[in-house]
């Protein structure tokens, strides 16, 4: 039986079956995105001066937490669809060490992908945005197929294709959406409490704890889709 409680074939759909999955299985999901968004958002604690490197590594850090957390999702997301995926610490625990392999290829991936990308839109927006959505769909390939960097980028590309509306509003936002929803929590909490330290972690936390799961869980949906449709 499909777990979440929506049809997965269209865009409201995929938004909607990840947070469905959020919603039905909260140890499983925020527990592992409130370490990794915590994790993620420790340069910006550390920063004390806007210098640029410190802005660059802040930026890469928290979308090498968000690609780590999506492979993890997409083993959560295979779970679900079979009916196996259960509440309990014993399934938490088999879900993290499952992702475990699939580390270096995600990271490896993720820095191809949020560079070419970065300097893309650094040029003009578009390409950017363009390019992200071509490869958005690198980590769940890498969870699914057990292929590299290059390999499922190729794939990625393929899947987008013929379908590059459906994954742009599903994928490429929630990546995107991710990012502005996490750095306006960091700004936030850094004016309310007037610390450019540990008031833009710990906003930037809380947010990348809340946004970031859906927004893999979506990407995730969007994937297993077009692999049904392929």
């Known amino acids: 039986m499909l777990v979440p409680m929506v049809e997965t074939n269209t865009i409201r759909g995929v938004w909607l079956g990840g947070l469905s999955i959020v919603w039905r299985y909260p140890l499983a999901t925020l527990v592992p995105s409130l370490v990794l968004g915590a994790i993620g958002e420790v340069p910006s604690y550390l920063i004390d ?3 640029v490197v410190d802005l660059i590594v802040s930026l890469v850090t928290g979308y090498l937490a968000y690609y780590l957390y999506l492979a993890y999702a997409e083993g959560i997301v295979r779970k679900v669809r079979r009916g196996e995926q259960s509440r309990g610490l014993r399934s938490f625990f088999e879900d993290l060490a499952g992702a475990v392999p699939y580390v270096p290829g995600v990271v ?3 820095v191809i992908v949020v560079a070419i990308t970065s300097a893309a839109t650094l040029l003009l927006v578009v390409p950017g945005v363009w390019l992200y959505t071509r ?3 690198t980590t769940p390939v890498i969870r699914e197929e057990g292929v590299g960097p290059v390999a499922a980028m190729r794939r990625s590309r393929e899947l987008v294709r013929e379908h590059f509306w459906f994954v742009f509003m599903t ?17 936030g909490l850094g004016t309310i409490t007037g610390s450019l330290t540990w008031g833009e972690w710990v906003g930037g936390s809380i947010l990348a704890a809340l946004v970031m799961p859906v927004a893999a869980f979506t990407t995730s949906l969007a994937h297993s889709n077009l692999e049904k449709r392929s």
């Open 108 to 110: 490896g991936a993720a």
């Open 49 to 51: 001066e806007r210098r």
């Open 171 to 187: 994928a490429s936002v929630a990546y995107y959406l991710e990012g502005i929803l996490v750095d306006a929590g960091a700004w």
């Open 135 to 137: 490869w958005s769909l």
